[in-house]
């Protein structure tokens, strides 16, 4: 994430440790490294357009685009024991949804998943201007439905975070443990989307003051109320809290009017 956020490369020490993962590993261990070498690229790219100061909507999606195609292609090769079970179907990711998982690092490893391709669109998003050419109007939809499905999946795995009961009796496994640091930047990132509801914000921003008052963690109170300024996103160059954002619209445009 902090690489993410100051948009710098993965440090070269950080990169070389995927080459010394030997091919005999288990498929879950090969399935985790080949998505850090994908995040890896995504954060050699992102430091390209900083470095270079690129603004055009059409060249960033460009470059994020086939990073995009790289992770939906790392999801369709994942093992089943990566699956997970959804609960309750729902329109509404804050309901009594809540996805089961078979394990916490399964669980985190789809948070990550998702927290990247949030920031993928979220750039593209950001970029795309108020005047749209066909091919840009075609962009802008694609990146907010992502930005939605993301958005989803990741308010439906909190449950399976913070524990309790469901109307089945189903039970989160890490109630009251650190495994809910791990929830908190995939929160704060699907609340700070244009895209998402607010009704969704207030829940998100909600769950994140929970987090942070439960395990003392002042982080997750302040994202808490960043997430509850209804105009704020995380493309802002304040809601980073370190690092910049490249392009920062100055006239966003408001998705979460549902």
Avoid at 78 to 83: G, K
Wanted: one cysteine or more; charged letters at 15%.
């Amino acid at each position: 994430m902090t690489v993410h956020q100051l948009q710098e490369p993965m440090p070269c020490n950080l990169e070389k440790w995927s080459l010394w993962l030997p091919s005999s590993h288990s498929i879950d261990a090969l399935s985790a490294n080949y998505f850090a070498e994908v995040n890896a690229r995504l954060a050699s790219v992102r430091h390209r357009i900083k470095k270079e100061q690129i603004y055009a909507s059409c060249e960033i999606a460009a470059l994020l685009l086939p990073i995009d195609r790289e992770l939906e292609q790392w999801v369709s090769s994942l093992p089943v024991s990566w699956m997970y079970q959804l609960h309750h179907p729902s329109s509404d990711p804050t309901s009594c949804n809540n996805d089961v998982y078979p394990d916490i690092w399964v669980a985190s490893m789809w948070n990550n998943y998702r927290s990247v391709r949030i920031m993928i669109h979220q750039h593209i998003l950001s970029a795309t201007p108020c005047c749209l050419s066909e091919a840009e109007e075609s962009a802008r939809k694609n990146a907010v439905y992502v930005l939605r499905d993301m958005t989803a999946g990741v308010c439906r795995s909190a449950q399976y975070y913070l524990g309790g009961l469901d109307e089945d009796g189903v039970k989160g496994v890490c109630s009251g443990t650190p495994a809910c640091f791990q929830l908190i930047w995939p929160l704060f990132l699907s609340g700070m989307l244009s895209t998402t509801p607010m009704a969704t914000k207030t829940w998100v921003s909600r769950k994140l003051r929970e987090i942070g008052q439960a395990m003392g963690l002042q982080l997750a109170i302040n994202m808490s109320e960043k997430v509850s300024m209804s105009n704020a996103s995380f493309s802002d160059r304040e809601a980073w809290i370190i690092g910049e954002w490249y392009p920062n619209s100055n006239l966003p445009v408001q998705y979460n009017k549902s």
